[in-house]
């Protein structure tokens, strides 16, 4: 599957020019050094080119109304989402011991307790390009093995794409990476 | 008996309104402190009945009321599309507020100044503008405010599931893939519209759609959830409003009625500096 983006005004000084090739069977790895525009590509592809791509951002989950979590899953299932998983959700609220704090509200969750609620949400969406930025901030060694686990299983089906920096703990999966970088004030990405 | 009855039925659809409209805006921008006052729309409600007001009078020109409400929906129908469309982009919801601080100094600045020049020359002035009141209310005015009270619970009705995924915050909302530009633009022309209304037959109700909404979501969110911010809170705030506006009428001083809008803003405000001291502003 081929995502091309030409842009000229990518970001306000920033062309970008890519074609980036997507793969099943293999976490699609995109990085890059900070501020380069791993985030606004993702948001770029989630905004422009697919219906059905779920995007799972980096920035955490806040809150308005502090509700408990087991409120906010109820939420989430009766808003009933395109290509909702229920038994993926299940999966993840379990193996991420969500079910333990899910009496606890918004805004008593630790980092990693945030994150593993919208990986939680997030991975049970399962659109046909699932890309998660960061998927492992704030997550300890056991739950980024569990996170590898459930993606193992992901790309048979899916195109997913991980943006990370640290991806040590990806290391016992198929990976095609690309590497963004910046040529003539153009964002342009290789796969090495 | 029968005017009483009206003008009950009157203030209640206000006060519902007034919690429903400042209950959705806090829901959308997800800030207790954005209401449509805060944001302006009171204001810019204000300023469009001085400027008719003032070609009425110092032109001669004569549209008739039914005219000048129709024109002032339709124009707060497109300045309803032009913040929902505004809302549909990079969302700042800090300017906004500024821009509506800046548009209640404007207003208020320029009303006392119109004020002061309109009596100085002996022209008619509406003085209670900014202080609403339910004194002369009779069918005509009754009806335009049940409609857009059915109108808000319809919309409610329609849209729950939007409504109640978007409480769950911005991010879940993307997670779910649920577009919610429909339900807000459909909310925020409602209440645009509904407050120009409500200025317009009544007066303004200064800091009540700010106030009200946050004393629902603390009665009544925790043990009925967001249903009863809404529906069990909005209608209960009806009901405190309408109260308020009988003890108006029935306790006058030295034979001159209170406007209920003047006793809410006295209120309303106190209750605001009390809610940014809870919220620990300073």
Request: with cysteine.
């Given at each position: ?192 | ?57 110092l032109l001669g020109m004569t549209i008739p009321f039914s005219g000048q409400l129709i024109l002032g929906i339709v124009v707060f129908v497109i300045f309803g ?72 619970f319809a919309g409610l009705k329609k849209y729950w599931r939007e409504i109640e995924i978007f409480s769950t915050g911005p991010e879940i909302t993307r997670l ?17 519209v509904t407050i120009f209304i409500l200025v317009f037959l009544f007066g303004g109700f200064a800091f009540l759609g700010l106030v009200l909404p946050i004393l ?67």
């Amino acid at each position: 599957m081929n995502i091309i983006i030409n842009e000229k005004k990518f970001l306000p000084h920033r062309a970008c020019h890519i074609s980036l090739i997507l793969d099943k069977n293999k976490v699609n790895l995109i990085k890059g050094v900070n501020g380069i525009g791993k985030s606004t590509l993702a948001s770029f592809i989630k905004e422009h080119f697919f219906d059905d791509v779920t995007l799972i951002e980096q920035t955490p989950i806040r809150h308005f109304y502090n509700r408990q979590l087991i409120d906010i899953k109820n939420i989430f299932i009766n808003a009933r989402p395109d290509h909702f998983s229920l038994e993926s959700l299940n999966y993840l609220w379990n193996v991420f011991e969500l079910e333990r704090i899910s009496q606890h509200v918004v805004h008593q969750l630790s980092g990693g307790e945030n994150q593993c609620l919208k990986l939680a949400l997030g991975l049970s969406v399962k659109n046909k390009v699932i890309i998660i930025d960061e998927p492992s901030q704030y997550l300890d060694d056991g739950r980024k093995e569990k996170l590898s686990i459930f993606l193992n299983e992901l790309i048979k089906e899916h195109y997913v794409v991980v943006i990370e920096h640290e991806s040590s703990w990806l290391s016992t999966l198929p990976q095609k990476r690309a590497e963004l970088y910046i040529e003539k004030d153009t964002l342009q990405a290789k796969y090495v | 008996m029968f005017e009483e009855s009206v003008r009950l039925v009157a203030s209640f659809c206000a006060g519902t309104l007034m919690s429903l409209m400042g209950s959705f805006i806090q829901l959308r921008s997800q800030n207790i402190l954005a209401s449509t006052s805060t944001v302006g729309l009171d204001s810019l409600s204000v300023l469009w009945i001085l400027i008719f007001h003032s070609l009425t009078v110092l032109l001669g020109m004569t549209i008739p009321f039914s005219g000048q409400l129709i024109l002032g929906i339709v124009v707060f129908v497109i300045f309803g599309i032009y913040i929902s469309k505004l809302t549909e982009k990079k969302f700042n919801l800090q300017k906004l507020l500024l821009l509506g601080l800046a548009l209640n100094l404007f207003v208020g600045a320029l009303y006392s100044l119109w004020q002061f020049l309109f009596l100085a020359f002996n022209f008619d002035f509406p003085t209670e503008l900014l202080f609403g009141h339910f004194r002369f209310v009779s069918l005509n005015e009754l009806f335009p405010v049940i409609i857009l009270l059915i109108l808000f619970f319809a919309g409610l009705k329609k849209y729950w599931r939007e409504i109640e995924i978007f409480s769950t915050g911005p991010e879940i909302t993307r997670l779910a893939g649920i577009n919610h530009q429909k339900m807000s633009r459909f909310f925020l022309v409602l209440s645009s519209v509904t407050i120009f209304i409500l200025v317009f037959l009544f007066g303004g109700f200064a800091f009540l759609g700010l106030v009200l909404p946050i004393l629902s979501r603390g009665l009544w969110f925790r043990r009925f959830g967001l249903k009863g911010e809404f529906v069990i809170g909005g209608i209960i705030n009806g009901i405190m409003f309408m109260l308020t506006d009988l003890v108006c009428y029935s306790f006058p001083i030295v034979g001159a009625e209170i406007p209920v809008g003047l006793l809410s803003g006295v209120v309303g405000s106190l209750g605001l500096i009390l809610i940014l001291r809870r919220a620990h502003v300073w």
